[in-house]
């Protein structure tokens, strides 16, 4: 079968370790099922398992791909949940010690067939494309579950979003905005900062600007860069959500301005299966949709892996299967 992988890590040049090409169509153990792809879409998770990042050498060569949506062998209409817990494992998949997202273990979404266990198949609302269903299980996940689920806000609450152009920030515009948030983001750039509004948020900034009062949440996947204006942008007690680094983990822990202000710092990663459930009925109900910048056929893997490198982008990079 046709798949996008990884043959080696190539820390300072990931786009080297990209290989495009056939590998051999994978096994379904019992339990598992078979899904052939209509759609995926990247992620960093991709390039950092170039990079050799959560990849070790003896799982290579490795199919890349996290999120992907497709029929199954019944010809249901699926969306893959990226999360792989233990057979034995109850409640919240993210918890399980266990864990794995695909394509760390076991193969992922960038070919013409992935292998998942059976309960990592959610229904795909017809509503939905398949391109617009294959966003939803990373980074549309990941900011339902900061959002709706870690962040201990209600709705009419001020959110502060940093980094605007991203795929998990642009999904908390769109979702904040529809479920009744204050959002406001920043962005360097202008024209990201007037797609964020036309997307929803209620007002734009400058990276680092003094806003017009403190938050009473801000969600933080950009790290090193924006992390200081976070801890000083937020209420006495409010929250700040993170879940990704892309600008550096490093950053001044501020420390003052935690214990001062009793700020609280809270971990996020990608959502359970229920949540996966939910963002898609929530996606139905409300007409919200995934925010895609470009779809592709998937032969133009490398230059939509070019563009998430660049990072000008808004939105998800999506590719397509024809299997026709
Ligand atoms: N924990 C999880 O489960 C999970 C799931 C998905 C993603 N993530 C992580 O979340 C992060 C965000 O991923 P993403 O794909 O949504 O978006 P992304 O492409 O990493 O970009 C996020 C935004 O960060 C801003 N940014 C990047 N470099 C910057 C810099 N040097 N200075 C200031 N701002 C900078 C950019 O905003 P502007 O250009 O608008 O300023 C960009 O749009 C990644 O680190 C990813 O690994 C984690």
């Known amino acids: 079968m046709f798949a996008v992988y990884a043959d080696r890590a190539e820390p300072d040049d990931p786009l080297a370790a ?29 390039l950092w398992s170039l990079r050799g990042v959560g990849l070790p050498s003896d799982r290579l060569p490795m199919v890349l791909g996290c999120d992907g949506a497709g029929v199954d062998d019944e010809g249901n209409e699926v969306v893959v949940h990226a999360v792989i817990s233990s057979p034995d494992w109850r409640g919240d998949e993210t918890l399980d010690p266990a864990r794995s997202l695909l394509s760390e273990r076991y193969h992922g979404t960038f070919a013409d067939e992935v292998v998942v266990p059976r309960r990592n198949l959610v229904p795909k609302p017809s509503q939905l494309t398949f391109a617009e269903a294959a966003c939803l299980p990373s ?25 605007a152009g991203g795929g998990v920030a642009t999904a908390l515009i769109a979702l904040g905005s529809a479920a009744g948030y204050r959002v406001w983001v920043t962005s ?22 003094r806003l017009p009062e403190r938050v009473d949440s801000v969600m933080e996947t950009v790290g090193g860069a924006t992390w200081s204006h976070s801890v000083k942008s937020l209420k006495a007690g409010g929250t700040i959500v993170v879940s990704g680094a892309t600008a550096g983990a490093a950053p001044s822990a501020q420390l003052r301005h935690v214990f001062f202000r009793q700020l609280t710092v809270v971990g996020s990663t990608m959502g359970t299966r229920d949540e996966l459930t939910r963002l898609a009925r929530f996606c139905v109900t409300t007409g919200v949709r995934p925010v895609i910048h470009s779809v592709r056929p998937r032969d133009q893997a490398r230059e939509g892996f070019r563009q998430l490198l660049a990072g000008d ?4 990079i999506v590719l397509e299967w024809n299997h026709a």
């Open 18 to 46: 990209l290989q495009l090409g056939e590998r051999p169509a994978p096994d379904v153990p019992e339990g598992w099922a078979r899904v052939r792809l209509r759609a995926a879409s990247l992620n960093h998770h991709d």
């Open 139 to 163: 980074a549309w996940l990941t900011a339902y579950r900061m959002l709706f689920t870690r962040s201990g806000v209600d709705p009419g609450a001020t959110v502060l979003v940093q980094g």
């Open 188 to 209: 360097r750039d202008e024209s990201k900062r007037a797609k964020a509004v036309e997307l929803g948020a209620d007002q734009a900034f400058e990276p680092g600007a």
């Open 313 to 316: 982008v808004f939105g998800k």
